[in-house]
């Protein structure tokens, strides 16, 4: 990797190491650096089918007892293995299941992972602790291996997530790395941010690195659209005077990541094999699915804007059989007869064959449309209409078809994409692991804020919402804003609150924090505001009609972050803030 030219500027962090793991849907992997030469970060070299990859498959096989077996590449051909010899069935096998914690408000800490054959289903956060404990622990291995000195209590991890994910979701990964051993030091960084802070260190007197990002002056604004396997997380950012970058806007973007093109596929299998058939097709012939889904993975990557003509598959026998039994036809031919790609897609010879230009329409084009859509709508947007580029990071945004579209879509803009744009987000992690200052401002998502019972006032509020407290008319369900969605916020920014206890016996302090997605919620029950938490303080032998305690909330980071302090006494106090 390049290095700037400009004047060297120290590691914030007090570690020797800075590692960073990057949890991918599709593809996992990692990289670390030393902080005495941060710029420099190491990454590992996976081999698949005799090729390497920075990235490895996030792919994770179990036993019959639910005992770690094998992770990435190995799982796949172990799992392989087992399938060919059907001996796979009391085995858990998981893949691209990442996504399960992209709908926030859904995640809870009981969500379940289903293995791959759908008959099986074990706690997510047993899955998720799983891979980050292999990933985690093959790091310490090669580290080891460079620097024996070094311990594992000299090393600082940062674990990315999109930037579009929830508190929730966040709130997840964390609890999942400390179940894998990453109890300490370990920092949560935006997928889109840490790609972009690598690019800012990227120099254009490297041909190979070249970028225009070094070129953009203070306070003008580029469009960093992340690609990954699941999410396509897209923010814009502008550079300080400080060297520091701004978010412009509040992350956004939706599932439309490779992922969604593999799921295309599986769906114009079912097209031809019949409805929601792929599940009754793996069970029985789990091999074969995997061989037909690496010939596609294999295809799909060999498809350019330049190509034309004709692309094909081959098929097993087994799904050829499948398809007449399922449809009840006399063959594979009459069964592409029933589906909706009747007269354009061939069986011929033991393969499935298409025109280049419909395997684009039917696999690319909703997910490239999705992306180019999202793009142009948030450039109609006053606030970054003037955005002076748009940088394509992440896996997917290799693929020549995203970055076409994007490229005659957005005419105007300069659109950089990095010779390793796969692997500038776990770069860009390391990066943030040494210095997390370097984002100094963020966009709120949400407006969060507060339940109160404020007094009950006939002309302010609807008798409804009346409540009687110890002979007091209150008003329940009033939301109070601390702070408001598209408010711009400095990092670590406080809010602290003073609570008293509603009742006058009570053992438990409460104090309900929500999200909302309208800028000015009143009430708690209106729709779009959710229950994000429950700050709850013990009381212990203090008298309730006493007790003043100081709640604080920290914004502008890449969690929500809450202190408690009793105002009596001056000190912390024991609290739980549990959002899962």
Excluded at 6 to 29: Q, R
Excluded at 101 to 114: E, M
Excluded at 498 to 525: N, Q, W
Aim: aromatic share 10%; hydrophobic share 35%; with cysteine.
């Amino acid at each position: 990797m390049a290095t700037s030219k400009e004047e060297k500027i120290p590691s914030k962090s007090k570690a020797l190491v800075v590692a960073a793991i990057d949890f991918g849907t599709m593809y996992s992997g990692y990289a670390f650096s030393l902080t005495q030469d941060w710029k420099k970060p190491y990454t590992f070299t996976w081999y698949g089918g005799n090729a390497p990859s920075y990235k490895n498959p996030t792919v994770l096989l179990l036993d019959s007892n639910q005992e770690f077996v094998a992770f990435g590449y190995d799982a796949e051909d172990q799992y392989s293995k087992l399938t060919a010899k059907k001996v796979h069935e009391e085995y858990y096998y998981f893949q691209r299941f990442k996504m399960i914690l992209h709908q926030d408000l859904g995640v809870k800490k009981d969500i379940l992972c289903t293995d791959e054959l759908e008959t099986k289903k074990l706690p997510a956060s047993m899955v998720f602790a799983h891979c980050i404990r292999y990933l985690k622990d093959h790091l310490l291995t090669e580290i080891k291996k460079s620097f024996p000195r070094i311990t594992k209590d000299e090393i600082d991890y940062v674990l990315t997530v999109p930037a579009i994910w929830g508190e929730r979701a966040k709130r997840f990964m964390r609890e999942a790395a400390k179940e894998a051993g990453i109890k300490e030091r370990l920092i949560i960084a935006l997928e889109p941010e840490a790609a972009s802070i690598y690019c800012q260190h990227l120099t254009k007197d490297n041909e190979q690195n070249s970028s225009v990002l070094g070129q953009l002056g203070v306070g003008e604004k580029y469009m960093v659209v992340d690609l990954g396997g699941g999410t396509a997380d897209i923010t814009v950012h502008q550079q300080c005077e400080d060297h520091t970058l701004e978010e412009i806007v509040p992350a956004s973007g939706g599932p439309w990541g490779g992922k969604s093109v593999d799921d295309r596929f599986i769906g114009f299998l079912e097209d031809i094999s019949g409805p929601e058939s792929m599940v009754k097709y793996k069970e029985k012939y789990m091999y074969d699915f995997l061989d037909i889904h690496r010939q596609f993975e294999v295809t799909k990557r060999s498809i350019t804007p330049e190509k034309t003509g004709n692309v094909s598959i081959r098929i097993p026998l087994s799904f050829v059989q499948f398809c007449k039994n399922n449809r009840k036809v006399k063959n594979c031919p009459a069964a592409i007869e029933e589906s909706p790609h009747k007269g354009v897609v061939q069986y011929d010879a033991g393969k499935l064959k298409w025109t280049v230009d419909y395997f684009k329409q039917i696999f690319f084009k909703e997910t490239i449309d999705s992306i180019v859509g999202h793009i142009e709508k948030l450039l109609k947007d006053a606030k970054i209409s003037d955005t002076k580029a748009i940088l394509m990071v992440g896996g997917f945004s290799e693929c020549k078809l995203v970055q076409q579209a994007i490229i005659e879509k957005c005419t105007g803009k300069k659109v950089i994409i990095p010779i390793d744009a796969g692997l500038a987000v776990v770069k860009g992690a390391v990066y943030f692991g040494h210095d997390p200052k370097a984002i100094s401002r963020r966009v709120a998502m949400y407006t969060y804020g507060i339940q109160t019972w404020p007094e009950f006032k006939p002309t302010l509020h609807p008798l409804s919402k009346k409540y009687e407290i110890d002979g007091k008319s209150r008003c329940k369900d009033v939301f109070f804003p601390i702070v408001r969605k598209g408010e711009k916020i400095p990092v670590g920014l406080s809010k602290p609150q003073i609570f008293r206890p509603l009742f006058e016996k009570g053992s438990m302090l409460h104090c309900s924090v929500y999200i909302s997605d309208d800028e000015d919620p009143k009430y708690i029950d209106e729709s779009g505001c959710d229950l994000l938490g429950t700050l709850e303080v013990p009381l212990l032998n203090h008298d309730p009609a006493n007790v003043e305690v100081e709640e604080t909330l920290y914004f502008g980071e890449t969690e929500l972050r809450v202190t408690a302090r009793d105002l009596s006494t001056n000190k912390a106090i024991d609290f739980t803030f549990d959002i899962l």
